[in-house]
């Protein structure tokens, strides 16, 4: 009997030590899914602040653009500047354009 009961304690030893493996594998597995799905939030957070700061962006440009061309200017100094800097010209129309339609200041702005 004493065998009997010896190997009954040993095996629900080995049964208890089996299970405290079992248990810490799936706490470690459980604790990387948890991490994952925090930085998959992460991920998605980024994303979307990347995407409204795109967004923006694009307002901006759009707001600038819409500046730029309420901006009035002289066709004979947009063929001045294009003429005598050798430029295409909507390059030179959009410098005199950002220059408010000064074309001394554009003209600098280009040599320099």
């Given at each position: 009997?004493?065998a009997e009961e010896s190997n009954e304690v040993a095996?629900?030893?080995?049964?208890?030590?089996?299970?405290?493996?079992?248990?810490?594998?799936?706490?470690?597995?459980?604790?990387?899914?948890?991490?994952?799905?925090?930085?998959?939030?992460?991920?998605?957070?980024?994303?979307?602040?990347?995407?409204?700061?795109?967004?923006?962006?694009?307002?901006?440009?759009?707001?600038?653009?819409?500046?730029?061309?309420?901006?009035?200017?002289?066709?004979?100094?947009?063929?001045?500047?294009?003429?005598?800097?050798?430029?295409?010209?909507?390059?030179?129309?959009?410098?005199?354009?950002?220059?408010?339609?000064?074309?001394?200041?554009?003209?600098?702005?280009?040599?320099?």
């Amino acid at each position: 009997m004493a065998a009997e009961e010896s190997n009954e304690v040993a095996a629900r030893t080995a049964d208890s030590k089996d299970m405290m493996q079992q248990n810490k594998a799936l706490d470690s597995l459980t604790d990387h899914v948890e991490d994952r799905q925090l930085n998959s939030m992460r991920v998605h957070e980024a994303m979307a602040s990347i995407a409204s700061s795109a967004e923006a962006d694009r307002n901006a440009m759009r707001m600038r653009e819409k500046e730029l061309a309420a901006v009035k200017i002289d066709p004979a100094d947009v063929d001045l500047i294009a003429n005598e800097l050798e430029l295409d010209r909507k390059v030179a129309e959009r410098t005199l354009r950002e220059h408010k339609g000064d074309a001394v200041a554009a003209i600098q702005s280009l040599l320099h």
